[in-house]
């Protein structure tokens, strides 16, 4: 059983907005730090943004601050990505992450470290 799913990714034209979701299948990971990563294709998995597992911290990779919003509803055990004025170059499958315990520091762009992983989301944005 895949422990994460994640949903509402798409086809959106340059400038849109997507809102991923992830939730998970079997079990809460409301005390753990979560996270979303992307890969394109040709290109390595690569970080977008983390989470704390109160919602309190985020972190994002540069090229996506100020466009893109992680947060989380811990009542309905869901992390979100909001995702607002996308590139071309945002063009991958996104895929949320959870860490298996609350480490510290909480806080890695080390997909490695992240115990939990869902299939992933199709994200498209054309020009």
């Known amino acids: 059983q895949v422990p994460l799913v994640e949903s509402g990714g798409g086809l959106v034209q340059a400038g849109g907005s997507l809102r991923l979701s992830c939730t998970p299948t079997?079990?809460?990971?409301?005390?753990?730090?979560m996270a979303w990563f992307r890969q394109a294709p040709g290109k390595e998995r690569e970080f977008v943004a983390s989470?704390?597992?109160?919602?309190?911290?985020?972190y994002y990779l540069e090229s996506v601050k100020g466009r893109f919003t992680v947060f989380r509803d811990n009542a309905k055990n869901t992390v979100y990505l909001q995702m607002n004025s996308l590139k071309p170059e945002d063009t991958a499958v996104y895929y949320c992450?959870?860490?298996?315990?609350?480490?510290?520091?909480?806080?890695?762009?080390?997909?490695?470290?992240?115990?939990?992983w869902g299939q992933g989301t199709q994200v498209t944005v054309s020009s």
């Open positions: 992450t959870a860490r298996s315990t609350q480490p510290t520091p909480w806080n890695t762009d080390a997909g490695g470290l992240y115990a939990y």
């Open positions: 079997g079990r809460t990971f409301r005390t753990n730090p």
């Open positions: 989470i704390s597992w109160n919602g309190g911290s985020t």
